[in-house]
């Protein structure tokens, strides 16, 4: 079975680093789109950072210059390296693939859309 399995979260100072990671795990034939999402107490759930396969990336204006997005085919994995961290960066961090291509035994399938669990960020000032 195909799932998405977030690492890396953890309580860090302001000013600090982290890098959380997010394997795909299975079969995995291809994967097209793969971002970061977050999602704050009370907030709606927003976008953190794309990237695809040819490796384009984007980013929300507010970690811009402090946050970098990376992936590893070869590994199923991609990566979030978080720089320069702030109070505000304080949120739950999501996973989501979109295009993913896997075999289940002798059958290929295609989703279109993917979410990890989850991993929490805190960041203390």
């Known amino acids: 079975q195909v799932q998405l399995v977030e690492s890396g979260g953890n309580l860090v100072q302001a000013g600090g680093s982290l890098k959380l990671s997010c394997l795909a795990s299975g079969h995995i034939v291809s994967i097209d789109t793969m971002a970061w999402y977050r999602q704050a107490p009370g907030n709606q759930r927003e976008m953190v950072a794309t990237i695809e396969k040819n490796g384009e990336t984007t980013y929300a204006a507010s970690v811009k210059g402090r946050f970098t997005i990376s992936r590893d085919d070869a590994k199923n994995t991609m990566y979030l390296q978080m720089n320069a961290l702030k109070p505000e960066d304080t949120a739950v961090y999501y996973c989501?693939?979109?295009?993913?291509?896997?075999?289940?035994?002798?059958?290929?399938?295609?989703?279109?859309?993917?979410w990890g669990q989850g991993t929490q960020v805190t960041v203390s000032s």
């Open positions: 989501k693939v979109e295009r993913i291509g896997y075999y289940e035994g002798r059958d290929e399938f295609l989703q279109l859309s993917m």
